[in-house]
């Protein structure tokens, strides 16, 4: 007649539980798949955002600086790596033109950067007075909705 180690069973009931559950350990500590939109990169424009306050300007005072740059009482042109700063918006061409008397700032192959907003265009035409801009066959993004487009 035969009997039944007790320990002996309960030992190997045991060691199979916890071979199960140090299996299982990996399934439990999975984190759940990231968002999809987690596996973009990160936008190119992303570069051409500003941080508020870096440039040292108020909301009123624009800063202006070229290579080459021409005035007259009614039209400034500034050429050759044209920057143009007011407050923490940066707009980055190659030549810009400004009418002065209205405040209308004009430029080709534009890159406009704010904390909000980048923007790269081939034109643009934006109101200084009014803090408008309109920016033609332009890709933008938007890091805040995190769109682009």
């Keep these: ?18 071979m199960m559950a140090l299996a299982l ?18 936008d190119p424009l992303a570069g ?8 040292g300007l108020s909301a009123d005072d624009i800063r ?27 707009l980055q061409a190659p030549q810009v033109d400004l009418d002065r008397e209205r405040g209308i700032l004009q430029a080709e192959q534009v890159e406009y950067g704010a904390p909000e907003i980048a923007v790269r265009s081939q034109s643009a035409e934006v109101d200084l007075n009014q803090q408008t801009g309109v920016f033609n066959q332009a890709q933008y993004y938007l890091p805040t909705l995190n769109a682009q487009g």
């Design 25 to 42: 350990i990996p399934l439990a500590s999975a984190q759940q798949p990231a968002p999809l939109w987690a596996h973009c990169s990160v």
């Design 64 to 90: 202006f600086s070229a290579e080459q740059g021409e005035v007259s009482p009614r039209l400034a042109t500034a050429s050759g790596a044209v920057l143009v700063e007011q407050g923490n918006q940066r």
């Design 1 to 18: 007649m035969g009997y039944l180690n007790f320990k002996a069973y309960t030992g190997i009931r045991f060691a199979a539980a916890v």
């Design 48 to 55: 051409l955002l500003t941080t508020a306050g870096v440039s």
